[in-house]
């Protein structure tokens, strides 16, 4: 069972960049059987999905977000990575990393229990 | 995008009930629906893919059905661990969009 750990500040300014660490157990983020994923959850609101990436490089984008998404792998401690830039109020939300396995890429296996970004200054 | 409409959004019932939620498509999306359930401080979990195929280790009592726009979860006989938020998700068109979400609390 894939074990998923979110991690990052819990507070950024408005126009700074949203930086957070997926730390992965019990797999591989350079493995070829795995995507990586980040979803977001505004208050009160529904699922957002942000995008993926797989241990190659590829990566896709919401294209809602994709001018201010990148997502990165860290295969030497094990973790993958989201930077979003410009934030607003808007992007406050709490920010799951989950994974799919590559044969059903679009099911999210395994989830991270989330981590609460608030914008504000 | 595809929209993903949830209802109801609130749904109280008994433990031992029948229950069951309705996710609705603004377009065809064949059988390409997960559901997932999920719970205040914990990791999402899924239970139902292609629309109606269990995830291993999910109780039998958890059900889906539906193809084309309209879905529902069905829930047989409500246990106390079940008391959760339940979201679909359509997987046909990228992005991949979500609906807002039910939540079934005790009445």
């Known amino acids: 069972q894939v074990q998923l750990q979110e991690s990052g500040p819990g507070l950024v300014k408005p126009s700074e960049t949203l930086s957070l660490t997926c730390t992965v157990s019990?797999?591989?983020?350079?493995?070829?059987?795995?995507?990586w994923s980040w979803i977001r959850q505004p208050p009160g609101k529904g699922l957002e999905y942000i995008g993926y990436?797989?241990?190659?490089?590829?990566?896709r984008y919401n294209p809602s977000l994709k001018s201010r998404v990148t997502m990165s792998l860290d295969t030497s401690k094990n973790q993958f990575s989201l930077k979003l830039t410009s934030v607003t109020a808007a992007d406050t939300a709490v920010y799951y990393c989950?994974?799919?396995?590559?044969?059903?890429?679009?099911?999210?296996?395994?989830w991270g229990q989330g981590t609460l970004v608030t914008v504000s200054s | 995008d595809i929209q993903m409409t949830q209802s109801p959004s609130t749904l109280s019932a008994s433990v031992g009930d029948r229950v069951t939620i309705t996710c609705r498509a603004s377009?065809?999306?064949?059988?390409?629906l997960a559901w997932y359930q999920q719970k205040p401080g914990k990791a999402p979990k899924l239970l139902i893919y292609?629309?109606?195929s269990l995830e291993s280790g999910v109780p039998s009592r958890f059900s889906g059905s539906g193809s084309g726009t309209e879905f529902t979860l069905s829930i047989s006989s409500l246990q106390p661990d079940d008391f959760a938020t339940y979201s679909c998700?359509?997987?046909?068109?990228?992005?991949?969009?979500f609906g807002q979400g039910t939540k079934v609390d005790i009445k």
């Open positions: 989950a994974t799919s396995r590559a044969v059903r890429l679009e099911i999210l296996d395994s």
């Open positions: 019990g797999a591989s983020v350079s493995s070829d059987t795995y995507y």
């Open positions: 990436m797989y241990f190659s490089g590829t990566t």
């Open positions: 377009q065809s999306i064949s059988s390409w």
């Open positions: 292609k629309a109606s």
């Open positions: 998700q359509q997987y046909n068109t990228y992005p991949w969009t």
